[in-house]
């Protein structure tokens, strides 16, 4: 039926790093990993999550430290384990990888620019292209969605695989990928039905 909701996701970002506050651009798996603002987040999401109620059936989790560490702190909460999904990784950025912000604009200055222009180009820095992204993190989030019907899940993450999992299932373009603004600490839920998905609430980030 139109109304039969599959499943409802709930994805929570990753605590701060010391790159999320000083803007690096990082695809590294080991590094670096929450730091004491993070861990603070995470906590302050934990109690938003016990306030809010919410029921759980299973855990997943992308592969970086940074995301296994906020998932540990989320499944003690639950008292369950969580499974570590390997094809959730943020979007690879080749040659921006450690770099600020400031320091891409000035070694390629039009590079954003042409992510925004050509989201079916790989990135100036040989990084994987919008439509790559999104298209992989779609595949990831559908596999998980049928495994998990009639469930309630959460999947601790990176904030653009977060953006990537709106724009696929928004039927957001994506040269819009980049305006999808989603916090370190924050949460989103997603409900998947048979033929569409419906965006409940994005980057809520407890005060």
Known sequence: ???????????????ATIYSEEGRFSDAQ??????DAGI???????EYLKNRGVKNDAIYASSSVRTIQSAMMVAKFFKQDYEVVEDLTTRECADWNGLTFDQIMKKYPTGFEE?????????QANGESSVEFISRISKVINKIVEEN???????????DVIQAAICS???????????IYIRT??????????????LVYSDHVPL
């Open 149 to 159: 019907i009639g469930n309630r899940i959460i999947i601790v993450t990176h904030p």
């Open 30 to 35: 080991n590094y670096p990993p929450l730091s």
């Open 115 to 123: 992510i925004l222009k050509y989201p079916d180009r790989k990135t």
């Open 1 to 15: 039926m139109y109304f039969n909701r599959k499943c409802k996701i709930t994805f929570i970002c990753h605590g």
């Open 169 to 179: 299932a928004l039927d957001i373009a994506p040269d819009k990928l980049p305006k």
């Open 185 to 198: 600490g924050s949460a989103t839920q997603i409900s998947y039905f048979e033929n569409w998905a419906s």
């Open 40 to 46: 603070d987040e995470m906590k302050n999401l934990i």
